[in-house]
């Protein structure tokens, strides 16, 4: 009986990987869905602040206040509107076709001559989205700095300040979001992959009524455990090695680490990603309500826990004790270690440790949840 086991298992993922085939929504999910979402993150998603519509109201027409409006116009993070009134961006503020109005006030000029560089100018931003005010505020003070010391340099004045500030951002010195968005999408498509597909493995076997007759025959729990989930785990690192190709290649992300050492942490994720799937399709028999489940507890978590988009520091405490269980989280914190800064072990074992955890519990619970009987 054990030398059949072998031969047993082999047909079993032989018989699952023809199936992955043959149906389209597999190939649908697996192949299409991936680079859909790989190129929308990579193109369509940006959390980079360029090029904000602005308001310039230039109330004064002093040629100083000509040269400061020059500043706004030729900063790349601002696209710029000039009229001569407030006023005028007064509704397009409102209606949120500008993100902010800066007034250079009429008395810009007098001020500056008696002020010296303090002459004030005014920034108006649209609360509603708080992160673009700020943004708004920052670059305007940064496009003022710039000018004033421009000046300075204009009437010869080069006496070094008190303390010089030279900025130097580490793993990401592009400040790119793309960078940082990419390689955490790779950890949704696995996702899509290891739970999605999954979960209606064992539920399509007894929507069609094949589950009757697999059970009918000597295979253990363990062989259809392992038959039903080898070929997904090889998917996954398919459209892992895919993405990474596609990230570096087409969208010019770095990645520092080595070719291993992310293979090592892609399959530790597998783990809990494939096991929640298994053990999903198991619960429930019903394709609808376990592809339901499987965005409930797999998709929505990675998209939203995980730090992908928003940062975990920034959660409420309760949802930041959540995430400690959200395998995405620790596959996307390895994710940016392996492509922004390198294979720094003393960061990615305890991810793999917790993730290669999370995966025993659902292979475990899967097993125990399955069962060869009718009832």
Not at 159 to 187: D, K
């Amino acid at each position: 009986m054990n030398r059949q086991r072998p031969r047993r298992l082999k047909a079993l993922i032989v018989k699952e990987t023809l199936q992955v085939f043959r149906d389209p929504s597999s190939i649908l999910i697996a192949f299409v869905l991936p680079l859909i979402l790989l190129f929308l993150f990579g193109y369509g998603v940006s959390l980079d602040a360029n090029e904000i519509d602005i308001g310039l109201a230039l109330e004064d027409t002093s040629p100083e206040a000509h040269n400061l409006a020059v500043a706004f116009t030729n900063s790349r993070f601002f696209d710029v509107r000039v009229a001569r009134d407030r006023r005028a961006f007064v509704d397009d503020l409102v209606a949120g076709d500008i993100r902010g109005i800066v007034v250079v006030p009429a008395d810009f000029s007098a001020r500056l001559k008696y002020q010296g560089d303090a002459a004030p100018i005014q920034v108006i931003a649209d609360g509603t989205q708080p992160n673009t005010a700020n943004f708004v505020q920052n670059y305007v003070q940064g496009v003022w700095s710039n000018w004033r010391q421009q000046r300075r340099l204009e009437r010869g004045e080069t006496a070094a300040p008190a303390i010089a500030l030279e900025s130097r951002y580490w793993f990401n010195e592009e400040l790119e979001s793309r960078n940082f968005l990419v390689p955490g999408s790779v950890a949704i498509v696995m996702t899509l992959i290891g739970t999605l597909l999954t979960a209606l493995v064992i539920a399509r076997e007894w929507e069609r009524g094949t589950m009757e007759a697999i059970m009918a025959t000597p295979v253990g729990t363990l062989e259809l455990l392992a038959g039903k989930i080898v070929p997904y785990f090889a998917l996954g690192m398919m459209a892992m090695a895919v993405c990474t190709i596609i990230a570096i290649g087409l969208f010019g992300v770095p990645f520092r680490g080595s070719v291993w050492a992310l293979s090592a942490v892609s399959a530790a994720f597998l783990c809990p990603a494939l096991g929640l799937g298994y053990l999903i399709s198991a619960a429930t028999r019903n394709q609808f309500v376990a592809s339901q489940m499987a965005l409930f507890a797999g998709f929505l978590p990675a998209m939203l826990l995980s730090g992908f988009i928003f940062e975990i520091s920034s959660m409420p405490a309760a949802i930041q004790a959540i995430t400690h269980v959200i395998p995405a989280r620790y596959f996307v914190s390895s994710l940016h270690t392996l492509f922004l800064a390198g294979d720094i072990w003393p960061l990615l074992l305890p991810n793999v440790a917790v993730m290669l955890a999370i995966g025993a519990l659902f292979l475990g619970l899967a097993v125990r949840n399955t069962r060869k009987r009718l009832d």
